[in-house]
């Protein structure tokens, strides 16, 4: 008796069919296309220039399993960043995790405001709630002979940053466990850089978008979101050497308060810079 084959089920699929189903992230994202390519791009492991040379290229089974999959949790809203398990910051390809907030191209801000300033060529420089290290790393990557403090309360971000300090080798960024200022008794800095929580447990952004998977500990502090804000102040100039500088970024909305904060705890030069949007970000103070 002859054996009737079964037939292949299998539909290969090109990159440009699946470039196709961008249409159906536009209700859980505002960059359906770039996430979409994104997606692609980890699976491949090439780059977006890749997609658009070779659109007609097959996936394989393994391949088209793996973009469903990932495709699938986009479409719940879980963020391009815990799917790839990287974010890119400040040129850094930075390894993140649901223990810590994802980087943003705003608080690239706070970077270029540090490097802006007149600071000793081997200066002491502290980044309180480093995360994935992403604002500490970003500076070491532009200024080799600091000498660099990140810190964070929670023993799971202390670990993914210094995994990502140690993947570029920055062998002058110390990252360890403080809450804020906890284990820093007795130590001085010629800068203080923070993005520390800032949103109030009532905002409703918390329920919207990629936040919903990021820790609130990264995102929510008391006083309507000034808890923190209000502790770094008030503890930074125990901390900073005379000329030192503050800076922290903050919610849009939050700008005449945190001035407001470092005016009553002695700071001076205090000046506000805008983000990318064109909305009040980040507040620097100067330590007479």
């Known amino acids: 008796m002859a ?20 249409d159906e992230l536009t209700t859980v994202s505002d960059t359906s296309r770039l996430d979409t390519e994104v997606l692609l791009c980890h699976i491949l492991g090439k780059n977006r220039t890749f997609l658009y040379t070779w659109p007609e290229q097959l996936l394989s089974t393994s ?54 300033l007149s600071l000793a060529k081997q200066a002491a420089v502290l980044d309180l709630g480093t995360g994935t290290g992403a604002i500490a790393l970003a500076l070491a990557s532009e200024k080799p002979h600091w000498n660099i ?23 002058h960024v110390r990252v360890f466990q ?12 010629d800068l203080i850089i923070s ?32 808890a923190d804000l209000c502790t770094i102040v008030s503890c930074a100039g125990l901390h900073l050497n005379p000329g030192g500088w503050l800076i ?4 849009y ?19 506000t810079h805008a983000d990318l949007a064109g909305l009040e970000r980040a507040t620097i103070g100067h330590k007479t």
């Open 178 to 189: 403080s809450d804020w200022f906890s284990e820093l008794s007795g130590q001085t800095f």
């Open 3 to 22: 054996v009737i084959p079964v037939p292949d089920t299998h539909v290969s699929v090109t990159i440009s069919e699946l470039l196709k189903r961008s």
């Open 253 to 271: 909305e939050q700008g005449d308060e945190v001035r407001q904060m470092m005016s009553l705890a002695g700071f001076s030069g205090i000046a």
């Open 63 to 116: 391949q088209q399993h793996q973009f469903q999959a990932l495709f699938s949790r986009r479409l719940k809203g879980e963020p391009i960043a815990h799917l790839t398990g990287t974010r890119e910051f400040w040129s850094l390809s930075l390894n993140v995790s649901s223990a810590t907030l994802i980087p943003r191209p705003d608080t690239e801000l706070l970077v270029e405001i540090a490097l802006g």
């Open 149 to 171: 403090c990140a810190v964070d309360a929670v023993a799971e971000a202390v670990a993914l940053a210094d995994e990502n300090r140690q993947q570029f080798g920055f062998d």
């Open 195 to 226: 993005n520390p929580p800032y949103i109030s447990a009532s905002d409703d952004h918390l329920q919207q978008g990629d936040v919903r998977f990021e820790p609130c500990s990264a995102l929510v502090a008391d006083k309507s979101g000034f």
């Open 248 to 251: 922290l970024e903050h919610g």
